[in-house]
């Protein structure tokens, strides 16, 4: 079984439309992330979650809110879905201390119409 | 100024060939280094750590020279199968140890 998973892979939805993303990792891991990528501008930081009861913003956290439910669980939603949201959006995780990397979870393509 | 350049490429080269890819870092507080590989529509993945006094991995050699602030990733003896894009990851300890990648080298080894 995939140590991080993401739900749903594809998704296609109209603008105004309020969509949730969700995460969960069995690795263990206190710190989780939320990354969309979009083609020549590179994985950007929208949100991420050192523990439980933290919360902060990353790059471009406008029109996103997260919600870390649990050391397993961090969802991301859109509230009002608008056509520039229109992404591959990924969850990652991490255990944080010295020589920390991070683990993807395989994605989610979000098609906004 | 981004935190982390990378060439785009992409870079096209036959079987067998030897590739470079260099990337650089703007923050001098940037402690931790990475190269990642992403194949075509999937997740990144971790390719390996760079250390400061360089570091092998079998056909993949990784470099660090923090006076000139870049990292470079050097691929011997090229394969089919090492056709990807190719990920510069930095972390920042003055920014609370975030992430920062580059927007990758497209790398294509053609038969």
């Known amino acids: 079984d995939a140590d991080v998973t993401q739900t749903p892979r594809n998704r296609i939805t109209k603008t105004g439309k309020r969509i949730m993303l969700e995460c969960s990792q069995t690795?263990?891991?206190?710190?989780m992330y939320w990354y969309r990528q979009d083609p020549g501008l590179g994985l950007r930081l929208i949100y991420y979650?050192?523990?439980?009861?933290?919360?902060n913003k990353g790059e471009i956290s406008d029109g996103y809110s997260v919600s870390r439910q649990a050391q397993a669980k961090f969802s991301l939603s859109l509230e009002s879905a608008i056509p520039n949201q229109t992404a591959l959006y990924f969850c990652?995780?991490?255990?944080?201390?010295?020589?920390?990397?991070?683990?993807f979870g395989p994605g989610t393509r979000l098609l906004v119409l | 100024r981004k935190e982390v350049e990378q060439d785009p490429g992409p870079f096209n080269v036959p079987e067998g060939a030897t590739v470079a890819f260099n990337c650089t870092y703007s923050n001098s507080a940037s402690q931790s280094f990475f190269w990642y590989r992403q194949d075509c529509r999937k997740e990144p993945k971790l390719l390996m750590s760079v250390y400061s006094s360089g570091n092998e991995d079998g056909r993949f050699t990784a470099q660090l020279n923090r006076a000139s602030q870049y990292i470079s990733l050097l691929i011997r003896d090229s394969k089919l199968s090492d056709s990807a894009t190719y990920l510069c990851v930095v972390i920042i300890s003055s920014t609370g140890n975030q992430f920062y990648f580059g927007t990758g080298t497209s790398l294509t080894v053609i038969p």
């Open positions: 690795k263990g891991h206190d710190r």
């Open positions: 979650s050192f523990d439980v009861k933290d919360i």
């Open positions: 990652a995780t991490s255990r944080g201390g010295a020589g920390e990397t991070q683990y």
